[in-house]
């Protein structure tokens, strides 16, 4: 108990000096209570639209991609907020599914992103989910936006820890961190503007899956 | 009113199946979301709604202190003249040549598109539907659906004659020419402007709802980005913005989420390797003044959801381009008032009925039918034969006292003719028949001057001169509940008045009734009504256009008659002897849907053991008088209407039809050719109550 306490004073403190505001799991840890309002979440997610997956370990997390990319025509992937050994199991995944891959860094100041539309993955780090509504939080940081948004398929990845309850959950995060912005993804892009026919996929990603990890993607 | 261009699109029967149909299935999905959301939702929505409409103008000093504090320039435009000008400046000092949006009625509001392209501005509108009506060279004709008027053959007709590229005429093939086609304009553009949804006074945050992804790539693409609000989105905090989140799109779409909630605010780096810049353009244009119009102000706790829109059945046939200005539908009616004037206002009002279905399915409880009255009153614009109208119950009156000569006048063609010149009802709508007598004759002094009693029954027009047999019976069957009744003589309920916005005329006849009732109501009595409207008047209406105490107590005594059986009467037990067998089509009246929660009278009847169906498509089409008027001012959109439901009650094979309401009784008996009873009659059958007034040509 003491020694969780330490810990989780150290994830405060760190996250105090880096001028962010605490994860979810740094003050909750992945306890059962997280790991049913994660099952929670995914549920809400598969009925907004989402290709949803439970992973334990992050050796799992390959199998997803390989099966979810099997379906999709990929060439490029762009990873944005996730530690090398998730970019690398990720990138190994999925080449041993699509021969050609190629892995695109974001860069600063992208003149022309097309190269990053069509055909391609955008893998993000998700801030926290919303159980409730199933609603993928989103920091308005480049990358996560970019490969959020761009792709035509896009996969958000985040800890059973940091699914929240509902929305009034981020209020203090809201107060805290002096965000320039934030969104809230619940779904793929759909329109239903032609005869009220829904249609997926018009700006934004044609697909998109979220995956609930019950390990700490930060490690 | 438009005769023109409302035949133009009466002529367009598939035009219209197509937006009658979408709108149902809008409503129905939004009904189903708002019933599962946690009340809680919906009262918080409500406070924090009427905090606005209360607060607006320190809630947007709050916002402009509080941007700024976040690095937003921010300008407070008092007139549409002021903001414009404001984005057209900036956009010439900053170079901008194209400018894309994401969808905002607001900058409809201003005709910022038509500033800017003045000003040699590409504008490019990103949203499909928005699109879409900007190559078609319209406005949008609802407000969340803005080309829900066009077929996807007219769109892919518009593709090919504007972009000169042939697209099959399918809605996943548009969609997907339409992503590929604005990209560049996504890369190139150097200014994004986007309206808002919400505006959170506490940090001045901007936040909006969008599905396509269209809105979060206007926000992050260019390098200068301007949010477009109306000072009526404020909201005080991320608490009250949350239950706007939450209600928005089950209204709105019936989901409990939108695809994308986006919110703006300066952003640290964009892709052209500066800090863009974000300006917050604030509109006023009228909503201050609003906010101090007692019958305008409620129009502030708006969400745009659109519920009013796809509920009304006027709108339903007419759509956007006849029922609207740039705001369209009923709140539409509200919106021109404030931001333009009741003149404007006034010219679309006539198309609200007053049926009050938008009352109901509003989820800030914004009494838009009131409102749109009071526009019609204020502008002075209402028509002889609208005059005419209000004095209903004289006609009636007349009809009753010479029943052989008003039948046969309702009857001859000659006469029908002379009725549509002079009084403009139109021959072709089929009328009650009149019985001869009245209600206080059949039931006698003891009734008439009895001055306590369990209930009060307030008749109306039509159960007291026209078929006076559905009085009786009301009178009977409570008796044999156990209740004493009165029936003191009172006036009509005064709908005409209200509907055709006469309102010095309905408030006298509001405050002869509510005068007769009180003494009763403070003696505890219950007042009870067969006819829906009247119902609706006492409990909704007058407090409203009364505001006295004395009005809200009988407001509070009120209740439908059939709906205090289904509560609290207790029909005894009697053996079933007639049509119970038989497939009974229960028709839900309009002005009973603020009554009581669910269907009372439904319930009841399966309860005593009728097999009864029901389908709820909202409004049958008539709409008190107003489905009687000739031609284009109502009763051929009332038929279009008409049309349509009786097609849809015919299809779940009922034999015969229930209903409270004596004029949906005219509209249903008319478009399905089925006998209509009111539900009275069928409890008085249940409990073996002999119905000998009954006349086979009324309901």
């Known amino acids: ?219 | 009113m438009n005769r023109g261009k409302i035949l133009q699109v009466l002529s367009n029967a598939r035009e219209i199946d197509t937006r009658w149909r979408s709108m149902l299935s809008m409503t129905e999905k939004s009904r189903g979301a708002i019933l599962s959301l946690p009340p809680q939702y919906l009262q918080g929505l409500l406070a924090a709604r009427q905090k606005t409409q209360e607060n607006l103008a320190t809630l947007l000093e709050k916002t402009v202190d509080s941007a700024r504090r976040r690095g937003c320039q921010v300008f407070v435009a008092e007139t549409a003249e002021e903001a414009l000008r404001y984005i057209v400046e900036l956009a010439k000092r900053r170079g901008v040549k194209r400018v894309i949006k994401s969808k905002s009625m607001t900058t409809e509001e201003l005709d910022l598109n038509h500033a800017l392209s003045s000003a040699g501005i590409e504008v490019v509108e990103t949203d499909l539907g928005e699109r879409i009506v900007q190559l078609a060279g319209q406005r949008p004709s609802h407000i969340i659906a803005p080309a829900v008027h066009l077929s996807r053959e007219d769109v892919a007709r518009l593709v090919k004659e504007r972009r000169n590229i042939a697209v099959d005429p399918s809605p996943e093939a548009i969609t997907r020419f339409f992503r590929k086609d604005l990209w560049q304009s996504f890369q190139e553009a150097d200014m994004g402007i986007t309206g808002a949804n919400i505006v959170v006074a506490e940090d001045g945050h901007v936040v909006i709802v969008t599905n396509e992804g269209n809105g979060r790539l206007v926000t992050t693409m260019p390098r200068i980005l301007v949010s477009v609000a109306g000072i009526e989105k404020i909201v005080e905090s991320w608490e009250e913005a949350f239950h706007v989140l939450r209600v928005l799109p089950a209204s709105a779409v019936g989901r409990d989420a939108t695809s994308y909630i986006t919110v703006i605010g300066p952003r640290a780096m964009s892709r052209h390797g500066q800090v863009p810049e974000y300006h917050l353009v604030l509109v006023n244009n009228g909503r201050l003044r609003a906010g101090s119009e007692v019958w305008l102000k409620e129009a502030l706790r708006c969400i745009r959801c659109a519920a009013c829109l796809d509920i009304c059945p006027t709108f339903r046939v007419l759509g956007g381009h006849i029922f609207g200005d740039i705001y369209t539908g009923p709140m539409g009616v509200l919106w021109t008032a404030i931001t333009r004037d009741v003149k404007a206002a006034s010219e679309i009002a006539k198309y609200c009925v007053s049926c009050s279905l938008c009352l109901s399915a509003c989820p800030v409880q914004i009494d838009i039918p009131l409102a749109i009255s009071r526009i019609k009153d204020a502008s002075g614009n209402q028509t002889t034969r609208e005059r005419m109208l209000t004095m209903y119950e004289r006609y009636a009156a007349l009809g009753s006292s010479f029943p052989r000569l008003f039948n046969w006048l309702q009857g001859s063609r000659i006469t029908r003719r002379l009725l549509e010149s002079i009084l403009g009802i139109d021959r072709r709508r089929m009328m009650h028949r009149f019985k001869g007598g009245n209600l206080y004759k059949a039931l006698g002094e003891r009734y008439l001057e009895a001055q306590e009693a369990d209930v009060v029954y307030f008749p109306d027009t039509y159960a007291t001169f026209m078929d006076w047999g559905i009085g009786l019976l009301a009178v009977r069957v409570l008796e044999a509940n156990g209740y004493s009744v009165a029936v003191p003589k009172t006036a009509g309920s005064g709908m005409p008045s209200i509907q055709y916005g006469f309102h010095s005329k309905a408030r006298q006849i509001a405050e002869k009734n509510v005068r007769m009732l009180k003494s009763f109501v403070e003696k505890g009595s219950k007042i009870v009504c067969t006819e829906p409207t009247a119902a609706y008047c006492l409990s909704e209406a007058y407090p409203k256009i009364l505001g006295s105490e004395d009005s809200k107590k009988v407001a509070e005594a009120t209740t439908e008659l059939v709906a205090l059986l289904a509560t609290e009467g207790k029909p005894a037990q009697r053996p079933m002897s007639h049509s119970a067998n038989s497939a009974i089509f229960y028709h839900h009246p309009c002005h009973s849907r603020l009554l009581a929660k669910g269907r009372p009278s439904e319930e009841l009847l399966k309860r005593l053991g009728y097999s009864v169906s029901t389908i709820d498509y909202g409004c049958c089409g008539i709409a008190g008088t107003w489905g009687m008027r000739v031609g284009v001012e109502g009763y051929l959109i009332s038929s279009e209407i008409g049309r349509r439901v009786a097609d849809l009650i015919l299809a779940t094979g009922a034999k015969e039809i229930a209903t409270e309401s004596s004029v949906c009784a005219q509209q249903l008996r008319q478009f399905t050719g089925l006998k209509v009873r009111h539900t009275i009659r069928y409890i008085a059958e249940y409990l073996g109550i002999q119905d000998r007034d009954s006349d086979a040509l009324n309901f």
Not at chain 1, 28 to 39: C, F, P, T
Not at chain 1, 49 to 61: I, N
């Open chain 1, 1 to 219: 108990m003491f020694m969780q306490r330490v810990y989780i004073l150290y994830i405060v403190m760190a996250a105090w000096l880096k001028g962010e505001a605490p994860r979810a799991s740094a003050t909750r840890g992945i306890d059962s209570a997280a790991k049913n309002l994660g099952y929670e979440f995914l549920e809400k997610c598969r009925k907004n639209g989402f290709k949803t997956a439970y992973v334990e370990r992050p050796e799992a997390l390959a199998s997803v991609f390989s099966e979810w990319a099997a379906h999709w025509s990929i060439k490029s992937l762009m990873i944005a907020g996730l530690s090398g050994f998730l970019k690398e199991t990720i990138f190994n995944a999925l080449i041993s599914v699509k021969k050609e891959i190629t892995c695109l860094e974001l860069p600063d100041l992208p003149s022309d992103l097309t190269l990053f539309r069509a055909s391609s993955l955008g893998v993000f780090r998700v801030y926290a989910g919303v159980a409730e509504t199933g609603g993928l939080i989103v920091l308005d940081d480049w990358g996560s936006n970019l490969a959020s948004l761009i792709p035509e398929y896009t996969v958000g990845l985040l800890e059973a820890g940091e699914v929240v309850s509902d929305y009034w959950a981020l209020t203090s995060v809201l107060r805290q961190r002096d965000i320039g912005g934030m969104v809230i993804i619940s779904g793929p892009s759909s329109t239903s503007d032609i005869e009220l026919t829904h249609v997926i996929g018009v700006h934004g990603p044609v697909e998109a899956g979220v995956i609930v990890t019950g390990f700490e993607l930060d490690e």
